[in-house]
């Protein structure tokens, strides 16, 4: 497997990916290993992870810069990204016990009814390169916690990053065989989705969350599937003009837009449709695209070479069906994947900008006349994953947004996620849920206890 910088294509170096039988091999390690891992105290299996977490503090320049060689995402937002990790790491030490602590729910006459929550067993996790460190922390750690081996699978963008993850969570204590990298791509993803496991936890694209799903049908296997989003965000008259463009201009750009939940469309009361649109436009021109080594860097390139293609043929699609080109439009000469921050207003949802998931620099702005048509521009998507609406009118804004099919809901916010908050889609946007205790239950099998004393 090639590893190459998608800021200039330069060969960083070349991995071996590993085949149906090496998959294999790990499948049964990580299975054998997980009764011992299983056995070891709650309060020593939180101390390699608050390690872990101490780890990421003190290497944060290291691990930076091989997840901005690999990925290509601006060298702060690395930095932000592994620091951002801790608090989601704090989270899950606080509430690990708690959430999963067994409990009695009736004691009468000589009958208690208990819960307990065993751990799943061993786990795939099959993850995305876009935030390598949340996602993929998002499902090892809790999983680990709550005493399940753990065969991770980085993607094949991020697979140097994964390999750091794998030595420092293997340096911090958790055992050698109750964490498992599997390198590789699709195959070596396929490979593990056949072995033996206790459930398969997802993040990506929703292509690829279909063939997961179809492969285990028929299985059993419980399976989690966080996939994309195409999330809209309604600005209402009587928002502030240039804070909500400032707020929404961060929210599309952010990772270069490639972000499960960036800002994908923007709908805009008439009244102040064509002020924002500037406002948004001004704020997006200036932000400063380049070597995502730089640290004055907010725009780095596009990770994937493939997704240039999508970018073009959007942007086409749009231009060809009487979209307005406000910013941007054009892929930019290499070496390496660039694509202009591109904005976009006049647009519809015959257009595929305002339909498919676009997942770069790239937003198309729509006028719309009030509540009632917004609630229904809102709604007409096959996914579901987060929906925001900016006014200093909260009832106003909560009336809209309960009206929404999406899993997280922003109030004068975007591009938001909370450890402390179930994070879920609805329609194509997937199936279960990360984060919150909720997050961390789901590694685990709830079993009911009817005991009689006599
Ligand atoms: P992807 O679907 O191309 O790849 C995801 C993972 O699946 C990779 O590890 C890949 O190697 C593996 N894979 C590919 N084919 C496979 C197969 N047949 N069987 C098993 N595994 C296979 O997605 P990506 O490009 O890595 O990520 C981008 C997508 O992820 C976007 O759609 C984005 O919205 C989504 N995403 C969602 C969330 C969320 O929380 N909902 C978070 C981050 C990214």
């Known amino acids: 497997m090639k590893i190459c910088n998608p800021a200039n294509g ?19 390690r990580a299975r054998a290993a997980q009764p011992a891992w299983n056995a070891v105290p709650m309060a020593e299996r939180k101390a390699c992870i608050a390690r872990f977490r101490d780890a990421l503090a003190a290497q944060v320049d290291l691990l ?5 060689a690999e990925v290509g995402k601006p060298i702060r937002q690395s930095r932000n990204e592994i620091l951002g990790v801790q608090i989601r790491l704090d989270f899950f030490l606080a509430q690990a016990e708690r959430s999963i602590a067994s409990e009695t729910v009736f004691a009468e006459q000589g009958l208690t009814e208990r819960i307990t929550h065993e751990p799943l067993g061993m786990v795939a996790n099959v993850s995305a ?13 809790p999983a680990l916690l709550t005493g399940n081996t753990v065969l991770y699978k980085p993607s094949e963008y991020a697979t140097l990053t994964g390999l750091q993850i794998t030595r420092l969570l293997h340096e911090c204590g958790v055992p050698t065989d109750a964490f498992i990298v599997v390198p590789g791509g699709g195959q070596a993803g396929a490979a593990l989705a056949e072995q033996r496991i206790d459930g398969l936890f997802f993040t990506g694209s929703h292509a690829t969350g279909v063939r997961i799903a179809a492969a285990l049908g028929p299985r059993m296997v419980k399976l989690q599937l966080e996939l994309g989003g195409k999330d809209p965000t309604y600005v209402c008259e009587d928002a502030p003009v240039a804070a909500a463009a400032e707020s929404l201009a961060d929210g599309a750009m952010y990772n270069t837009g490639q972000s499960c939940c960036s800002v994908e469309r923007i709908y ?23 070597d995502p080594m ?15 293609d999508v970018l073009e043929s959007q942007v086409a699609d749009a231009l060809a069906r ?18 202009e921050p591109t904005v976009f207003s006049g647009v519809d949802h015959g ?11 790239i937003i198309g702005i729509q006028k719309v006349s009030g509540d009632a048509q917004a609630v229904a521009l809102m709604n007409d998507t096959r996914y579901g994953l987060t929906a925001g609406v900016y006014s200093p009118d909260e009832r106003r ?50 079993r009911a206890w009817h005991l009689r004393s006599a």
């Open 10 to 28: 330069a060969l960083i170096t070349e991995i071996e990916a590993d085949d149906a039988a090496a998959v294999a091999a790990k499948a049964q």
């Open 64 to 68: 930076a810069e091989t997840l901005t």
């Open 129 to 141: 390169w876009n935030y390598p460190y949340f996602v993929g922390s998002n499902v090892f750690v």
């Open 268 to 290: 805009v009361h008439e009244r102040i449709h064509d002020e924002f649109v500037e406002a948004f436009v001004a704020t997006v021109a200036g932000l400063r695209m380049g």
């Open 294 to 308: 730089d640290e004055a860097t907010s725009i780095g390139p596009i990770t994937r070479a493939q997704q240039l």
């Open 322 to 339: 009487g979209a307005s080109l406000r910013l941007g439009g054009k892929r930019l000469p290499g070496p390496g994947n660039w694509f």
């Open 351 to 361: 257009m595929e900008l305002m339909r498919e998931e676009s997942f770069g620099p």
């Open 397 to 446: 804004a909560k009336h809209v947004l309960a009206q929404v099919q999406a899993g997280s809901l922003y109030w004068n916010c975007c591009d938001r996620v909370s450890p402390r908050l179930p994070w879920s889609g609805c329609g194509d946007s997937g199936i279960g849920l990360t984060l919150s205790t909720y997050g961390i239950q789901t590694f685990t099998r709830p």
